[in-house]
């Protein structure tokens, strides 16, 4: 007998009982990002390696350990996307995009990264991510965040907590290197083995440390946020008014550095203390000179990305109920004579009711069965076409989550009926 095949370990199939949360999500994001005005874009799950090498960060663990990368015939080094910034970026330049004014484009989808799996984090993981170039002022760092607030909200989140601090201008952030180095360098005996190459490569990095051996070390190292230049003061300022008038609480995190080379200014995670280690369920912020990095010419620009596992486990965790405007139909068929004239049926239900979900039964099993099939399936209504709804041009209409009683009517009316409940 041969060996049962299995899905590669971190890489998760979607099961048909989950995929109705997983779609409620998926769609009250895009609904939601489109009614701000940005517009979808779908980038290669594929691209050089040399993309996210350059936009990342060399330096980084994602480049230096974790990116499922492989050269072709040719030579070229190609790599899976680890996340999606680098790609819609490489996509500004290649399309010229930038010059058609400011470019305001969200995207959902699969990325990579080759890391030991665990709950929350995994090798093959999706997010939904938002970025906007060609805009400088904090107005649209507060309006990212007015968005994923607003999300929250939808899909009835609580005990998320927003995290925000600023990393200043490259220029503040390489003096501020220097002033890290020296003071980690004095306790090098104290570092951990991370720390010790980071000190060489990122030290900013060693704030981000969750090594609870250094944390009275990284909480007396000097703060970036007494070290900024004086136009990334003004703009964190003005990012907490419009934040303050938006009635959006925060925290400031001085600690607050983001795993990637190309931020700059605003960063922000938005948190919670429900799902452990893996608390953060939205990340991002400023990275206005990767474009210019990348080859392109001089684009501000700032994002974000939504980690879509972990919302959906963290919805699971706080047992949130979602809610949906469309109705569920099951037509039971308990003769032969009925299959053609269900069809039919569940065409004209479809044509003339937008939000409807019909299932039309395809055991044909018992009438007892079928009702069986119809709880399983958590449908609203069972619309019963036995011999005589057919003999007389009708069909019969029980409703499966109330006491109502069940009702035989003309199709015309029965389609009146479902109407008046979406």
């Known amino acids: 007998m041969s060996k049962k095949i299995q899905a590669i370990r971190g890489m998760n199939d979607l099961l048909p009982k989950d995929s109705d949360l997983w779609t409620f999500v998926e769609r009250t994001i895009a609904d939601l990002f489109i009614s701000y005005g940005y517009k979808n874009i779908r980038t290669p799950v594929v691209e050089k390696t040399d993309t996210f090498c350059r936009a990342i960060g060399q330096a980084t663990d994602i480049v230096e350990k974790e990116m499922y990368s492989w050269n072709e015939a040719n030579g070229d080094s190609l790599s899976l996307r680890p996340e999606g910034t ?19 484009v969200f995207y959902q989808g699969a990325m990579f990264r080759h890391e030991r799996p ?43 907590t927003l995290e925000i601090n600023t990393l200043g201008s490259s220029e503040a952030r390489k003096s501020f290197r220097d002033i890290l180095v020296t003071y980690f360098s004095a306790h090098k005996n104290l570092l951990d083995e991370d720390s010790l190459r980071r000190l060489e490569t990122n030290p900013l ?19 970036l ?5 004086v136009e990334s003061e003004k703009h964190f300022e003005k990012f907490k008014t419009y934040l303050n008038a938006l009635d959006i609480d925060f925290v400031i995190n001085t600690r607050l550095v983001r795993g990637l080379d190309y931020y700059n200014r605003t960063v922000f995670e938005w ?13 991002g912020g400023r990275y206005d000179g990767l474009v210019e990095k990348m080859g392109g010419k001089p684009t501000t620009a700032v994002g974000l ?4 596992e972990r919302l959906i486990l963290l919805m699971e965790e706080q047992a949130i109920a979602i809610k949906t405007k469309q109705i569920s139909i099951y037509i039971i068929t308990p003769s032969d004579d009925a299959q053609l004239k269900s069809m039919q049926i569940a065409s004209l239900l479809h044509d003339a009711i937008a939000e409807v979900i019909i299932y039309n039964d395809m ?43 069940q009702q035989t009517l003309s199709l015309d009316k029965a389609i009146k009926y479902f109407k008046d409940y979406t």
Not at 86 to 104: D, F, S, T, Y
Not at 205 to 223: E, H, T, V, W, Y
Not at 225 to 229: G, K, P, S, V, Y
Not at 305 to 308: E, N, T, V, W, Y
Request: proline share 3%; glycine share 8%.
């Open 86 to 104: 680098a790609g819609c970026v490489r996509m500004m330049i290649e399309h010229n995009l930038p010059r058609e004014g400011i470019q305001k």
């Open 118 to 160: 665990q709950k929350g984090r995994y090798r093959q993981f999706h997010q939904a991510g938002l970025e906007v170039f060609g805009a400088s002022d904090a107005k649209v760092d507060a309006e990212l965040m007015m968005m994923t607030h607003s999300l929250w909200q939808k899909l009835g989140l609580t005990n998320v």
């Open 205 to 223: 990095r060693i704030l981000d440390s969750k090594n609870k051996d250094m944390q009275f070390l990284i909480n007396g190292a000097p703060k």
């Open 225 to 229: 946020m007494e070290h900024l230049d």
């Open 271 to 283: 948190t919670t203390q429900d799902l452990g280690a893996q608390g953060t369920i939205c990340a």
């Open 305 to 308: 990305a939504i980690g879509l």
């Open 363 to 405: 055991s044909l099993g018992s009438l007892k069965s079928q009702f069986k099939k119809a709880d399983k399936a958590d449908a609203d209504f069972a619309l019963i076409l036995g011999e005589e709804e057919l003999n007389n041009g009708q069909v019969s209409i029980k409703p499966l989550k109330s006491q109502e009683p």
